[in-house]
């Protein structure tokens, strides 16, 4: 023992005699022990030590009886024991697995059993319970609380059952506790505070000590204490005991039979044909023929050893007959109780629990209290006035909400649950006791009793969740987590609730209950569904014979002065669609309306349509006429617009749709036989038959209520074949084969009828045999009896139809002649073929039951094997996104240099996921402003190209794109003649220098220019805000042109309201911000620090090889005119019609011209035909080198 707690328990005082002397500083030594107890380890030394010391046995209960007028010294003394009884379990946290801490546990646990035997006499001092509660002191409820606590403490120490050793009618250690709590008085101190109205902030308390006195006790038992023997109890004792006797007979005959008359020696040996050995010859049998039934494979082998995770539930609680004057006491006690308290504590206690007073799982003591103190008024002297506060539907809602809650977490919180299971099986029982009070209320004299039985029936069979309960235990029964007792409270239940629905659904005639129906409906996302695809017209001819029409409506409406603007919203701004999706969802309003010669609303939605989008001039510009506008409608109406139809994808890549699930509430009329069918699978069966392993443990009662729902399932529903099991069959063997088979007649006539069942169905079916391997459902079961197949005509709807000889051949032909075939998808062809109607997996299921496939993994199509990305994938992807980051389409360039190749969204999806871009805007493809369509030539084409929304580029083909890429490429390397060129950066910034924006291009380019200097510097790259400091700035900033200039240069917006400033992006290298930095600096400047370019023509590619020599005679031209014209801005090239021969130079990105990447893209647009027309181009300073 520890010095310091040596000397301090020393200091407590010493016994002499009977009396106990307690020293000078006692009670600082009380307090120094309570402080030890607070600052122990985790393996609970200090309780230990006390523990081993004795210092509650020989020091604290004498203080504490002989030194009870000292009330500091009471008071700290009452506190050390509640601290030293606390339970291992709370102490602990739990049983521990660790085993240095599980023997720690063990050890405190049997100082705890120590402490027990003692037997305390403990009582609340006068002056703490005789002041009302106002007039009491905080000092005196502490101590009640503390006494309470300290009761509850002792009596929940679990009882040694190896060391104790005690039978029934004998008093055990809680036995003996309980009788010195009750000539204490203790036990009217607890009727007291359960019945007093002013003490309910005990009643949790006092309810949590009373369940732990009664828990070894059978209420039903303990009611009938003192009454006599009834005949009936007297009849069931001789029964059992007849049993005993029929088996000690039997066990006696067959040792009889075992013993030979020569020695063991001379016993013989026997070969047993026609059962195989290790090798091919017959066993040999070395032991005498009367042996020979026992004979088993498995004798002399080691058991095989289950796993703990897999070994049945154990059980908790044992009921156990205490000693005569101990029940009698207890069965007082529960009248007085049911008398005088019951009503108002659990009022009380229901009271705390719904407005969360109480602790984390005290509702369990109320659910014991229910189905106890209900189960000893039902079986003392049945009246239903003295449980009425819990006789109601809140109580059975009340049970059922819990027991729900507690399946469900027993499912989920796996390492806890057999806790969760514990706690599911109290709330069983208080939900059996409910049902077995309504059941015996009918049965009373007292016409008002037995309507409000009806009443509840009433109220209980009809909601829907009541009648369900059962089934779904049924199918989530785990015997891993629940014990056999939760099974046999569960049947028990179950025959009684449809014993009183079956009589109640009698009684009436007809009964209407209420049905829910979970219903999902799937709601797709489509722009819009006023028009059906179906209904659109397509052929060009159509549409220009609905255009005059509209052309006319468009003339008279236009001029209509009630044309209001404001009557269409084209847009949503509560809508979670992306603003460039409802974009396009305009445009398809606007066509919609023109097919259905709505003109006027065509062009009002056109109108306001601008108004929302005005960038881009897609709805034509601010000072669009009347003329363009109807262009404008007309190229709508011809261009095919997307509608959100459903496109051919990948397996893997589904429509994004909403899933609702409705809950619809409706009433129907009850039918028994249709309720009793949702017992009819192999589940439930499993759990009774599981049960019915044990008959000879089971009550008749238990037996009874297994036997019956057997037959209700195989006699009442005609399913005799749901027990053609082997496991059944060997169990009825038994049961036959049993000495005392005959205290068990209803078990052996069952028994009789399910095999006599069996062997007129083999007589028939001679695959019955077979059958008896597995278990059954309704399905089979019908197959059984009515014969295989019979259900395809009846379910052809809902099942496939059987392959016949003809088509498994054709498919097997088919197989065979493209399963060689590269390039294509074998099941797709097979299906392209097939004379009838099947679907690809039903083809692919019966390929791998043919044999001619190893799985259905064979036939997965091409690329939804690549799920997961490797370590070096990602790094590929992170290097051609560095690679490629600058460039018009990162997205484009990736997908062709990818090694494994995928989808774009996955890709997409993996740059997001890996952080190297913020949302996926960054990735579309950068394209350049086209013409206003109401003034480009080819209208339809730089409409579709203005509509098409980046996002729906990813879903394209990837071949669609690249042509689209280098049609895109041709069309920006060619301008249009008529119309307006985008205007660059630099003439941006001229136009900006000459409205006075000077300082904040300075103050911009500087900007640049450092956060170019610091990502050199500091080698990582972040986005840079953009803080304006002066007054010049803050106006540049709000300047719609400036704001151009920012996007120009790449220079990204605020992204969400949280960003208040633009921003320099990540993803711009040192040399592109210096770059984009130098292209705001005045022009002039840039022309003298610049070297001169050279500007090389473009041929068409008709000119073949004379072309290149006036190429380059035409460049050597062009330098002269450069040199001699130096440092001039402009030079005007006119375009010499020399025969067919047309020249043609294109305006392009100031660039040098000897760089790699303008050789490859002049030789990519060499090949593509072009128009002559007149050019005004920028040419820079050559230097004098060149």
């Known amino acids: 023992m520890n010095c310091e707690l040596l000397a301090t328990c020393s200091a407590l005082g010493y016994l002499e005699g009977d ?15 309570i402080r030890y107890l607070r600052h122990e380890d985790e393996t609970r030394d200090v309780r230990q030590q006390l523990g081993a010391a004795q210092i509650l046995q020989s020091d604290l209960l004498p203080i504490l009886t002989q030194h009870r007028q000292d009330k500091p010294l009471f008071d700290a003394v009452i ?144 009611a009938k204490v003192g009454r006599g023997r009834l005949a009936q109890e007297r009849s069931a004792d001789v029964a059992e005991l007849e049993v005993l006797r029929q088996r000690e007979m039997a066990e006696k005959k067959a040792r009889a039979l075992q013993r030979g008359n020569r020695h063991s020696q001379f016993g013989g040996s026997y070969i047993v044909q026609g ?54 006491f207890l069965r007082d006690f529960c009248s007085e109780f049911l008398e005088n308290c019951y009503n108002r504590l659990m009022g009380a206690v229901k009271d705390h629990l719904l407005r969360e007073k109480a602790q984390q799982h005290d509702e369990t003591y109320y659910m014991w209290a229910l189905a106890f103190f209900m189960a000893f008024n039902r079986a003392a002297s049945f009246r239903p006035a003295l449980v009425s506060e819990t006789l109601s539907i809140r109580s059975f809602h009340f049970i059922e909400r819990n027991l729900t809650s507690y399946y469900e977490m027993m499912l989920t919180d796996r390492k806890e649950a057999r806790s969760w299971a514990c706690r599911m099986h109290l709330a069983l029982t208080a939900y059996q006791e409910l049902l077995a009070t309504v059941n015996e209320m009918d049965l009373s004299a007292e016409a008002a009793v037995r309507e409000s039985s009806r009443i509840i029936k009433n109220n209980i069979f009809y909601v829907m969740e009541y009648r369900e309960l059962f089934l779904t235990l049924f199918r989530k029964f785990d015997e891993r987590c629940q014990p056999r007792s939760f099974l046999r409270d569960l049947v028990e239940t179950t025959h009684l609730f449809l014993k009183m629905l079956e009589r109640f659904c009698r009684s009436r005639g007809s009964l209407m209950v209420q049905n829910k129906r979970k219903k999902r409906k799937k709601k797709k996302k489509v722009p819009d569904q006023t028009v059906a695809s179906g209904d659109v017209p397509h052929s060009a001819e159509e549409l220009e014979a609905l255009w005059p029409g509209l052309a006319e409506q468009l003339q008279c409406c236009a001029q209509d002065p009630e044309l209001s603007v404001d009557s269409v919203v084209p847009f949503d701004a509560a809508s979670e669609t992306p603003v460039e999706e409802q974009r396009v969802e305009a445009m398809v309003r606007i066509q919609d309306c023109l097919l259905a010669g709505r003109a006027p609303q065509a062009l009002t939605l056109l109108r306001s ?26 190229q709508i109406l011809s261009a095919p617009l997307p509608r959100g139809m459903e496109e051919e994808e990948e397996e893997e890549e589904e429509e994004e749709e909403e899933e609702l699930q409705v809950v619809q509430v409706s009433e129907k009329e009850f039918n028994f036989l249709d309720y009793l069918k949702r017992f009819a699978c192999s589940t439930v069966v499993r759990a009774y038959v599981l049960l019915l392993r044990s008959y000879r443990q089971n009550s008749a009662h238990t037996n009874h209520c297994i036997v019956k729902m057997l037959h209700r399932l195989a006699h009442d529903l005609k399913m005799e074949a749901l027990l053609f099991q082997l496991s059944v069959f060997f169990l009825f063997n038994r049961l036959l084969s049993d000495p005392a088979a005959g205290a068990y007649k209803e078990l052996v006539t069952f028994a009789k009828y399910i095999l006599a069942k069996f062997f007129a169905l083999a007589a028939v079916n001679e695959k019955a045999f077979v059958e008896l391997l597995f278990w059954k459902n309704t399905a089979v079961v019908r197959e059984m009896t009515e014969g295989y197949g019979s259900l395809d005509g009846r379910s052809s709807g809902c099942r496939a139809a059987a392959w016949s000889l003809e088509e498994e ?102 740059l997001l996921a890996l952080g190297l871009v913020a949302e996926r805007r960054e990735l579309y493809k950068k394209r350049k402003k086209k013409l206003a369509q109401s003034c480009t030539p080819d209208g339809e084409e730089s409409l579709k190209d203005s509509w098409q929304d980046p996002e729906e580029e990813e879903n394209l083909p990837e071949e669609e794109s690249e042509e689209e890429e280098e049609e895109e490429e041709e069309s920006w390397e060619a301008e249009p003649a008529h119309g307006h060129p985008v205007p ?99 022009r002039m400047e840039q022309e003298e620090e610049k070297p001169q370019p050279e500007l090389e023509p473009r041929v068409p590619a008709e000119q073949g090889p004379s072309g290149e020599d006036q190429r380059e005679n035409r460049a050597e031209a062009l330098r002269a005119l450069l040199v001699a014209r130096k440092k001039k801005g402009l030079v005007s090239l006119e375009e010499a019609a020399d025969g067919n021969e047309q020249l043609k130079v294109a305006p392009r990105k100031r660039q040098l011209l000897g760089s790699e990447e303008e050789e490859e893209g002049d030789e990519g647009r060499s ?15 050559e230097d004098e080198d060149d």
């Open 19 to 33: 009396t106990y002397h307690k020293e000078p500083d006692c009670l600082e030594s009380v307090k120094d022990l």
């Open 79 to 222: 506190r050390l024991m509640v601290n030293l009884t606390q339970p291992a379990l709370l102490c602990f946290g739990g049983v521990p697995k660790e085993p240095g801490l599980r023997h720690h546990f063990l050890q405190v646990l049997s100082y705890l059993q120590a402490y027990k035997q003692v037997r305390p006499s403990l009582g609340v001092p006068g002056a703490a319970l005789g002041a009302g509660w106002e007039e009491r002191q905080e000092e005196d409820n502490l101590l009640i609380e503390r006494i309470l606590l300290l009761v509850r403490n002792i009596l929940h120490v679990p009882a040694d059952l190896d060391q104790e050793k005690r039978i029934d009618d004998d008093a055990s250690v809680h036995d003996q506790l309980l009788w010195a709590v009750h000539l204490s008085g203790l036990d009217d101190l607890l009727l007291f505070l359960a019945s007093s109205p002013a003490e309910q902030q005990w009643s949790l308390h006092v309810l949590e000590v009373i369940s732990l006195m009664f828990r070894d006790q059978n209420p039903e038992q303990l």
């Open 275 to 328: 059962l195989k050995s290790i090798g091919d010859r017959d066993v040999i049998f070395h032991k005498g023929l009367h042996n020979l039934q026992n004979y088993s494979s498995d004798l002399g082998k080691q058991p095989r050893r289950v796993p703990k995770r897999r070994q049945a539930a154990q059980e908790l609680s044992l009921q156990r007959r205490s000693a005569l004057n101990v029940r009698l």
């Open 609 to 634: 349509a601008r108004e929302v989008w005005p960038e881009g001039g897609v709805f034509g510009f601010p000072d669009v006429s009347l003329e363009e506008e109807m262009q404008l409608l007309k």
């Open 809 to 910: 051949a054709q498919l097997r032909e088919l197989y065979l002649t493209h399963k060689d075939v590269e390039g294509q998808d074998v099941v797709d062809a097979i299906l392209a073929q097939l004379s009838t109607a099947r679907t690809r997996k039903q083809v692919v299921h019966h390929l791998v039951r043919l044999g001619l496939a190893g799985s259905a993994k064979d036939f997965q199509r091409k690329g939804i094997h690549i799920v997961l990305w490797t370590e070096d994938q990602e790094l590929e992807l992170q290097r051609l996104f560095e690679e490629f980051q600058g460039s018009d389409d990162v997205l484009g360039h990736i997908m062709k240099n990818i090694t494994a190749k995928r989808s774009r969204a996955r890709i997409v999806d993996k």
């Open 984 to 1082: 660059s950066a630099e003439n941006l910034g001229q136009g900006l220098r000459r409205e006075g924006f000077s300082a904040p291009l300075l103050w911009l380019q500087s900007c640049l220019v450092r956060a170019a200097d610091d990502r050199e510097e500091d080698g990582c790259s972040q986005a840079v805000p953009l803080v304006p400091l002066t007054e010049d700035s803050e106006e540049a900033m709000e300047n719609e042109q400036f704001q151009q200039l920012l996007r120009k240069l790449g220079i990204r917006p605020p992204a969400s309201v949280q960003e208040t400033f633009w921003r320099i992006p990540a993803k711009l290298s040192p040399a592109q911000l210096r770059r984009v930095a130098a292209s705001l600096s005045p």
């Open 1167 to 1181: 090949q593509a035909p072009v128009t002559p027309k007149k050019r005004r181009y920028q040419v820079e300073d």
